[in-house]
């Protein structure tokens, strides 16, 4: 039959009932070692004893297995049992039978109980514990959403679904957050530490990471793989830049992540405290790469020295504060976005007025724009100062093309 079990043990297994972060195998495997270690302590060996845990229930049976044996003959009671007692239970067991009895827990004295106890609670904390960690240590790089729970100086501590606490301290959290009690707010795992086995979940909102798991929430080509984010340049708060690529020639990186009327950036840049998002097609060639991320400035020419890492950008007077940016923010991204460090020169060498090549468009194809461009040739009089063979070798264009190309471009500066 069941032994009913005293307070305290009953407290126990409603710890553990309540646990959902501890399976319930490993919960039922523990409490029967725990049993098995009292009752091996104090007969010798449990291994002619069957436990049975009923968590769902609060309480739990052990049966004893002993063997019958003539009176005379019982050498140890744990093992066996004479004749004349296990008659006592029924008159038909005979000696060589085997007996299987209830044995009431409540026997083994107050201390057993008490250490059992404090042995089930100590298992079952750690098995949290390492439930805990196993769990989040393996949602490192991923969005959870958390209940704010208290709101300190130094940090802010969220709970999640299960009730477990997530930490996300000041210096992860973007300047314009404000968080109050009992709102829900989104964050990335950055990093679970767990020492003395004791795990604490670090989240953040400042982290790169971050914003690309937005991305992947908000643009479904991006979740599905058919756009890739290449790189990301944030100043929490103020300012990002990030560079994408497509697969797919059929499909617009850009503008799939902008979304209709700017539907799908709208919802990330809201999460981020209105940070400004400057979404730019990626690209392996170091001199449109850098053009495209000091966007919106357009420069007139630029000079690369890949040993040093350097750039060297020149553009007219008028775009250089648009190349630097209000407070810096937009030449400070594009070196962090390119991995470059870009100088911004004013171009006084332009002798009159210039053209971009863009304007050209007319009459020039796009991807012969393109290719004068990776050469670091952004308006017509970088063209025009370089001599034919000198642009045929650096291009790689036919010859009638770039005989074309110049014609067109002369033509526009005798008119004037």
């Not at 827990?105 to 196993?134: P, W």
């Amino acid at each position: 039959m069941a032994r009913r079990v005293e307070p305290s043990m009953i407290e126990t297994f409603a710890d553990f009932k309540e646990n959902k972060n501890v399976d319930r195998t490993t919960l039922i495997s523990v409490l029967e070692e725990a049993f098995r270690n009292v009752i091996s302590k104090m007969f010798g060996s449990d291994e002619n004893y069957d436990i049975i845990i009923n968590p769902d229930k609060g309480d739990f049976e052990i049966w004893r297995n002993r063997e019958v044996v003539p009176d005379d003959e019982l050498e140890d009671s744990n093992l066996q049992i004479s004749l004349t007692e296990a008659q006592k239970i029924d008159s038909d067991y005979e000696v060589g039978e085997q007996i299987t009895d209830a044995v009431d827990f409540a026997g083994f004295g107050r201390r057993a109980v008490l250490n059992l106890r404090q042995a089930l609670s100590s298992k079952i904390l750690e098995l949290q514990k390492d439930t805990l960690y196993n769990k989040y240590k393996d949602q490192i790089g991923q969005i959870v959403i958390g209940e704010v729970y208290q709101v300190w100086k130094k940090e802010v501590l969220l709970l999640d679904d299960e009730g477990n606490e997530l930490v996300l301290p000041k210096t992860e959290q973007i300047p314009g957050d404000f968080f109050r009690k009992n709102e829900m707010r989104r964050a990335v795992v950055v990093k679970v530490d767990n020492q003395n086995n004791n795990p604490k979940i670090i989240l953040s909102r400042t982290s790169n990471l971050f914003m690309q798991r937005l991305f992947e929430l908000e643009v479904p080509e991006i979740h599905d793989g058919l756009i890739t984010i290449k790189r990301i340049a944030r100043i929490p708060g103020e300012r990002a830049k990030v560079a994408v690529e497509s697969y797919d020639d059929r499909i617009d990186p850009v503008g799939a992540c902008v979304g209709m009327k700017g539907a799908r950036i709208h919802g990330i840049v809201r999460e981020l405290c209105n940070e400004n998002i400057d979404v730019i097609n990626y690209t392996a060639n170091t001199s449109l790469f850098i053009q495209r991320a000091l966007s919106p400035a357009k420069i007139s020419s630029l000079k690369i020295h890949e040993e040093e890492k350097k750039a060297e950008v020149y553009l007219r007077p008028e775009e250089v504060s648009l190349a630097i940016g209000k407070g810096g923010l937009n030449i400070k991204l594009a070196s962090m976005l390119t991995e470059y460090t870009i100088d911004v020169f004013r171009d006084v060498d332009i002798d009159g007025e210039d053209i971009y090549l863009d304007e050209f468009s007319d009459e020039i194809e796009a991807w012969v724009i393109d290719t004068f461009k990776n050469i670091g040739c952004y308006t017509a009089k970088n063209v025009l100062a370089l001599n034919r063979n000198e642009i045929i070798e650096k291009t790689d264009l036919e010859e009638n093309t770039v005989d074309e190309v110049l014609g067109i471009l002369k033509a526009e500066f005798e008119e004037e």
